[in-house]
């Protein structure tokens, strides 16, 4: 009998990695809603998060003027904003030179804000 072409085995021995840049607690969730979950944060919204240091990497949308990302880093809540008004990335008000923003658990609210460019 012919096995559908979609149809793959893998040899009892074959290791599967993690992929390091998925977080953990989305690499023990089960199911495919978790990874539904980052690939719309990572690929559709442009969020990306690594270590401690998180940035917005703005996907254009044709018709919207801004999107928000609202992220919790420990006591800290983070809200990542890509606007059609923003000129270049801040936090707090502060330019971020490289797009990176430092992220702290210090109980706080942060604004951060990222160019949103048409497409």
């Known amino acids: 009998m012919r096995k559908p ?8 021995t074959a290791r599967l990695q993690p992929d ?7 690499r023990k969730a089960a199911g495919s809603a978790a ?3 980052w690939c719309v944060l990572k ?3 442009g969020f990306e998060k690594r270590g ?3 940035r917005l990497k703005p996907c254009p949308v044709p018709d919207g003027e801004e999107y928000t990302v609202t992220y919790r880093f420990g006591s800290a ?3 990542f904003t890509a606007a059609r008004d923003a000129v270049f990335p801040t936090l707090d008000d ?8 430092e992220l702290r658990s210090d109980g706080r609210t942060h604004e951060a804000r990222y160019p ?4």
């Open 116 to 119: 949103l460019r048409r497409p």
């Open 52 to 54: 401690d240091r998180a």
């Open 43 to 45: 690929s559709l919204l």
């Open 77 to 79: 809540l983070y809200h």
């Open 35 to 37: 990874w539904l979950y």
């Open 5 to 12: 072409p979609f149809f793959h085995t893998v040899p009892s």
């Open 20 to 26: 390091p840049g998925v977080p953990a607690r989305i």
């Open 94 to 101: 502060v330019r971020l030179e490289d797009g990176w923003a």
